[in-house]
């Protein structure tokens, strides 16, 4: 079991401008104290001892997002290319300098495919 890291004000003021650095538009931090949805996978299936998660948002371009062509959706991947270059430097900024364990969750799935989540 990875022993408790308490993260400190300055702490998440200091990953937060990281990931803001990265590219990221907003930036909050989430404890699992007391989390319960039942919509979603338990966490704790996936890392079983997760105690937070530090979510990223990204704004489509208004541009991309009013297009109805089939440009859009190159336009609207280019936002996936930045999230994943993000969550992987990010990630490699946590573990090196909190000595935490990360794991990036799928932006757009963030459970797995089965019969029963298919629809």
């Known amino acids: 079991m990875i022993p408790a890291i308490k993260l400190t ?8 401008d990281k990931a803001l650095d ?3 538009d907003q930036v909050t931090f989430l ?16 890392m079983p001892d997760v105690r937070s998660f530090i979510v990223l ?3 489509q ?3 991309a997002y009013m297009c109805q062509s089939i440009m859009r959706h190159e336009a609207m991947c280019a936002t996936d290319t930045l999230w994943e270059v993000a969550e992987l430097k990010l990630g490699k900024f946590l573990e090196s300098n909190y000595d935490m364990d990360v794991m990036p969750l799928p932006q757009h799935r963030p459970f797995e495919v089965t019969q029963q989540t298919w629809r």
């Open 22 to 24: 990265l590219g990221a």
């Open 57 to 59: 948002a990204f704004r």
């Open 31 to 46: 404890s699992l104290n007391g989390y319960h949805s039942p919509a979603s996978p338990d966490p704790h299936r996936y």
């Open 9 to 16: 004000e300055q702490d998440k003021r200091l990953i937060a």
């Open 61 to 63: 371009l208004r541009g």
